[in-house]
C-alpha cells in the first residue's frame, strides 16, 4: 500500500509540506547527480513552459488534471523505469498517465500497448511529413484539448510489426505552441515537456485518445481529486521539501463557482489493471533507466538529437549560438558591444526565406506581432523574417530582447538550423556534454563550422564576439576567403581584427554582409547582439535565395 499525502484542501495557498521521506535506494547519488546536470535545463525550459500554463488556469478538471502532471514533474522526483511508481519510486510513460488520470478518479491502464482502447479517438489529428523534407509537423492541433492522451509506435522485439510504445498527456497551446509532459529520463525527476514534433515525436505518432468530456474543459463541472502519490520508497530522495497543491488544484464546486472543501477522493489504491502485470508492456519487472522505445528515450531515431534545448530549449529559447573554426582556436574579448543604431545591421536585404520548422522544444511566439520588444526596432524587418520561416522563435514570454548578447551556443544552433546541416557526431567538449546544445555544437563541428578554444574548451556560454560570428556564418554558408589579405582597410580599427579572422571579415564586408558601424569601425572584439546576429543571417540566407 501506498502512502499519500493528507488532504489540505481547506487551505487556498500553497503549502510547503514536510513529509516523513521513505528512504531512498542505494543508487540514489547518480539519480541526484542527474538531477543537478539537468535541473538548469528544466528551469530554462520545462518550468517556463509549466509556469506559463498555470498563469491562465481556468478550475476546469482537465487544466487541473495537467497541472497535476506538472506537480509530478516539480514533486514527484521519479526515476525512469518500469515498476510501478507507488511501490519502487520508479516511473514509465503508461504509468505515469495512468498515476495523473487516477488521482482524478479515472481508471487508466499503466500498460502501454493497450492505450489503444483508453477512451474514444479524437479525429483530424495526425502527424504528416513537411513537403519537401525529413521532418513531420503536427497537424489538427485546433481538435485537441488538455488532458488528451498521445500514442506512439514502437518495433516489436523481434522485428515483426509495431506496438503502442509510448503515451504522453497533451497540455495544450501554451504561448500558442502545442505541448505534451511525458516521461523523459534526462529531465531531473524523470518528467518533461515537449513542444518539438518535427522528428522521432512526428514520425512515430500514432493518434490522439480521449478520456475526458467537454463539461472537462470548462470550469462548470464540479470534479475533486484526490492527493498526489508519495512512493514508498524513493530512488531519487526530495532535493527540496514536497509543495502540496493549492486547494484550486484539488477540487472545483460548480454550484458555488469556487474551490470544494469537502474531502477529496482517496481512490488510487495502487491496483493496476489485471491485464499490466501479464501483458509483457511497461510493467514487465523490469527497472532501470531505460525507455519505451527500446532506449531510444521517445527521441528521434533518425540520427538528429530532438532533445529540447533548455533555453531548455532552451536563456533564450530561439536557439542561437556560435564559435568559429578557421584552424586557430577562438579568441574571447571582453570589450562589451554598444548597439549603434546606424550599424551594419540597420539596412534591410530582400530574403526570401524557405520555411523550415526550426522550433527546438521550447514554446515560441511564431507571430511577429508576439514580440513587442521588436516592434520599432532597427532590426524588426529581419527579425520577422527569420521568425516567419521559423529559424528563430523567442522567449517564452513572447519577447526576443534583440539588444541582449548572443551566446556561442545560441548562435551555433540557430546556424545549423537555418542552413539545416545534418545531424552529425562530432566532437564533444568537456563543457558541452550535458549542455542544451550539445547536439547543435557536435553538428557544428562535424561540418567544420567551429572548432572552440582548445581540445577541451569551447564556452558555450560565453557571448559571441562580432568577428567569431562572421567566421562562423561564413563557414556555415560556405562562403571561402579569397586567400590572404594583406591589408585589410576597410574599417578604421582594422588592425584590431584577430590574424585567423581578417580574411573572412573582408570577405564579409566585400559581399556586403557586413558594412561596420557609421564611424567607420567594425568593432571585432565587441560582444554580438542578438538584433546584429540576426541581421547578418537574414542578409545571407536573403542572398543565398536570390542567387
Same mark, same amino acid.
Given at each position: 500500500m501506498f502512502k499519500r499525502l493528507v488532504s489540505l484542501g481547506l487551505l487556498v495557498f500553497t503549502i510547503v509540506f514536510w513529509v516523513n521521506v521513505p528512504v531512498a535506494s542505494a543508487a540514489s547519488s547518480d539519480y541526484v547527480q542527474n538531477y543537478k546536470e539537468n535541473y538548469p535545463a528544466y528551469l530554462k525550459f520545462d518550468k517556463v513552459i509549466a509556469d506559463a500554463f498555470l498563469a491562465d488556469y481556468n478550475n476546469s478538471e482537465a487544466q487541473a488534471l495537467v497541472a497535476r502532471a506538472i506537480w509530478y514533474m516539480e514533486n514527484g522526483y521519479m526515476v525512469y523505469g518500469h515498476s510501478k511508481y507507488w511501490d519502487t519510486g520508479y516511473i514509465d510513460c503508461s504509468n505515469f498517465v495512468s498515476v495523473v488520470y487516477k488521482d482524478f478518479g479515472y481508471e487508466i491502464t499503466s500498460a502501454s500497448k493497450n492505450y489503444n482502447q483508453v477512451g474514444e479517438k479524437v479525429e483530424g489529428v495526425y502527424c504528416r511529413k513537411i513537403s519537401g523534407s525529413t521532418k513531420y509537423e503536427l497537424v489538427g492541433t485546433e481538435n485537441l484539448r488538455p488532458g488528451d492522451i498521445f500514442t506512439y509506435w514502437a518495433e516489436d522485439s523481434d522485428g515483426s510489426g509495431t506496438h503502442i510504445g509510448h503515451v504522453a498527456l497533451y497540455v495544450g497551446e501554451v504561448n500558442g505552441v502545442p505541448a505534451i509532459i511525458q516521461t523523459n529520463s534526462d529531465r531531473p525527476t524523470a518528467i518533461g515537456i515537449r513542444t518539438d514534433f518535427r522528428y522521432w515525436y512526428g514520425e512515430h505518432f500514432i493518434e490522439a485518445r480521449r478520456v475526458l468530456d467537454d463539461a472537462s474543459q470548462v470550469p462548470g463541472k464540479k470534479w475533486t481529486a484526490s492527493s498526489p502519490v508519495i512512493p514508498a520508497e524513493y530512488q531519487l530522495s526530495p532535493q527540496k521539501s514536497v509543495v502540496m497543491p493549492e486547494a484550486k488544484f484539488m477540487s472545483y464546486n460548480a454550484d458555488n463557482n469556487e474551490t470544494d472543501t469537502t474531502a477529496p477522493i482517496e481512490n488510487n489504491d495502487g491496483a493496476t489493471d489485471a491485464s499490466d502485470d501479464a501483458s509483457g508492456g511497461e510493467n514487465s519487472g523490469t527497472i532501470g533507466n531505460t525507455d519505451e522505445t527500446g532506449g531510444s528515450s521517445g527521441e528521434e531515431t533518425s540520427g538528429s538529437n530532438e532533445q529540447a534545448p533548455t533555453e531548455n530549449n532552451n536563456d533564450s529559447t530561439d536557439g542561437t549560438g556560435g564559435g568559429r573554426s578557421s584552424g586557430t582556436t577562438d579568441q574571447v574579448a571582453n570589450e562589451s558591444n554598444s548597439t549603434d543604431s546606424s550599424s551594419e545591421e540597420n539596412s534591410s536585404a530582400s530574403n526570401n526565406i524557405t520555411n523550415d520548422s526550426t522550433t527546438t522544444g521550447q514554446t515560441d511566439s511564431s507571430s511577429p506581432e508576439a *514580440?513587442?520588444?521588436?516592434?520599432?526596432?532597427?532590426?524588426?524587418?529581419?527579425?520577422?523574417?527569420?521568425?516567419?520561416?521559423?529559424?528563430?522563435?523567442?522567449?517564452? #514570454?513572447?519577447?526576443?530582447?534583440?539588444?541582449?548578447?548572443?551566446?556561442?551556443?545560441?548562435?551555433?544552433?540557430?546556424?545549423? =538550423?537555418?542552413?539545416?546541416?545534418?545531424?552529425?557526431?562530432? &566532437?564533444?567538449?568537456?563543457?558541452?556534454?550535458?549542455?542544451?546544445?550539445?547536439?547543435?555544437?557536435?553538428?557544428?563541428?562535424?561540418?567544420?563550422?567551429?572548432?572552440?578554444?582548445?581540445?577541451?574548451?569551447? @564556452?558555450?556560454?560565453?557571448?559571441?564576439?562580432?568577428?567569431?560570428?562572421?567566421?562562423?556564418?561564413? =563557414?556555415?554558408?560556405?562562403?571561402?576567403?579569397? @586567400?590572404?589579405?594583406?591589408?585589410?582597410?576597410?574599417?578604421? #580599427?582594422?588592425?584590431?581584427?584577430?590574424?585567423? *579572422?581578417?580574411?573572412?571579415?573582408?570577405?564579409?564586408?566585400?559581399? &556586403?554582409?557586413?558594412?561596420?558601424?557609421?564611424?567607420?569601425?567594425?568593432?571585432?572584439?565587441?560582444?554580438?547582439?542578438?538584433?546584429?546576429?540576426?541581421?547578418?543571417?537574414?542578409?545571407?540566407? @536573403?542572398?543565398?535565395?536570390?542567387?
Amino acid at each position: 500500500m501506498f502512502k499519500r499525502l493528507v488532504s489540505l484542501g481547506l487551505l487556498v495557498f500553497t503549502i510547503v509540506f514536510w513529509v516523513n521521506v521513505p528512504v531512498a535506494s542505494a543508487a540514489s547519488s547518480d539519480y541526484v547527480q542527474n538531477y543537478k546536470e539537468n535541473y538548469p535545463a528544466y528551469l530554462k525550459f520545462d518550468k517556463v513552459i509549466a509556469d506559463a500554463f498555470l498563469a491562465d488556469y481556468n478550475n476546469s478538471e482537465a487544466q487541473a488534471l495537467v497541472a497535476r502532471a506538472i506537480w509530478y514533474m516539480e514533486n514527484g522526483y521519479m526515476v525512469y523505469g518500469h515498476s510501478k511508481y507507488w511501490d519502487t519510486g520508479y516511473i514509465d510513460c503508461s504509468n505515469f498517465v495512468s498515476v495523473v488520470y487516477k488521482d482524478f478518479g479515472y481508471e487508466i491502464t499503466s500498460a502501454s500497448k493497450n492505450y489503444n482502447q483508453v477512451g474514444e479517438k479524437v479525429e483530424g489529428v495526425y502527424c504528416r511529413k513537411i513537403s519537401g523534407s525529413t521532418k513531420y509537423e503536427l497537424v489538427g492541433t485546433e481538435n485537441l484539448r488538455p488532458g488528451d492522451i498521445f500514442t506512439y509506435w514502437a518495433e516489436d522485439s523481434d522485428g515483426s510489426g509495431t506496438h503502442i510504445g509510448h503515451v504522453a498527456l497533451y497540455v495544450g497551446e501554451v504561448n500558442g505552441v502545442p505541448a505534451i509532459i511525458q516521461t523523459n529520463s534526462d529531465r531531473p525527476t524523470a518528467i518533461g515537456i515537449r513542444t518539438d514534433f518535427r522528428y522521432w515525436y512526428g514520425e512515430h505518432f500514432i493518434e490522439a485518445r480521449r478520456v475526458l468530456d467537454d463539461a472537462s474543459q470548462v470550469p462548470g463541472k464540479k470534479w475533486t481529486a484526490s492527493s498526489p502519490v508519495i512512493p514508498a520508497e524513493y530512488q531519487l530522495s526530495p532535493q527540496k521539501s514536497v509543495v502540496m497543491p493549492e486547494a484550486k488544484f484539488m477540487s472545483y464546486n460548480a454550484d458555488n463557482n469556487e474551490t470544494d472543501t469537502t474531502a477529496p477522493i482517496e481512490n488510487n489504491d495502487g491496483a493496476t489493471d489485471a491485464s499490466d502485470d501479464a501483458s509483457g508492456g511497461e510493467n514487465s519487472g523490469t527497472i532501470g533507466n531505460t525507455d519505451e522505445t527500446g532506449g531510444s528515450s521517445g527521441e528521434e531515431t533518425s540520427g538528429s538529437n530532438e532533445q529540447a534545448p533548455t533555453e531548455n530549449n532552451n536563456d533564450s529559447t530561439d536557439g542561437t549560438g556560435g564559435g568559429r573554426s578557421s584552424g586557430t582556436t577562438d579568441q574571447v574579448a571582453n570589450e562589451s558591444n554598444s548597439t549603434d543604431s546606424s550599424s551594419e545591421e540597420n539596412s534591410s536585404a530582400s530574403n526570401n526565406i524557405t520555411n523550415d520548422s526550426t522550433t527546438t522544444g521550447q514554446t515560441d511566439s511564431s507571430s511577429p506581432e508576439a *514580440a513587442s520588444d521588436i516592434a520599432g526596432h532597427w532590426a524588426e524587418q529581419s527579425f520577422n523574417q527569420l521568425i516567419q520561416a521559423q529559424y528563430i522563435s523567442g522567449y517564452p #514570454d513572447g519577447t526576443f530582447r534583440p539588444d541582449t548578447t548572443i551566446t556561442r551556443a545560441e548562435f551555433v544552433t540557430i546556424l545549423v =538550423k537555418t542552413f539545416q546541416l545534418d545531424p552529425a557526431t562530432g &566532437k564533444v567538449f568537456d563543457d558541452t556534454g550535458s549542455h542544451w546544445a550539445s547536439a547543435e555544437i557536435a553538428t557544428a563541428q562535424a561540418h567544420s563550422i567551429i572548432e572552440g578554444f582548445s581540445d577541451t574548451s569551447f @564556452g558555450p556560454d560565453d557571448p559571441v564576439t562580432r568577428e567569431q560570428m562572421v567566421v562562423m556564418i561564413l =563557414k556555415a554558408c560556405q562562403i571561402e576567403p579569397l @586567400g590572404q589579405v594583406e591589408s585589410n582597410t576597410e574599417f578604421e #580599427d582594422s588592425s584590431q581584427i584577430s590574424d585567423w *579572422a581578417n580574411d573572412d571579415v573582408f570577405i564579409a564586408n566585400q559581399e &556586403k554582409l557586413i558594412t561596420g558601424y557609421a564611424d567607420g569601425t567594425f568593432k571585432p572584439q565587441a560582444e554580438t547582439t542578438r538584433a546584429e546576429a540576426v541581421t547578418v543571417i537574414a542578409r545571407v540566407v @536573403g542572398q543565398q535565395a536570390n542567387s
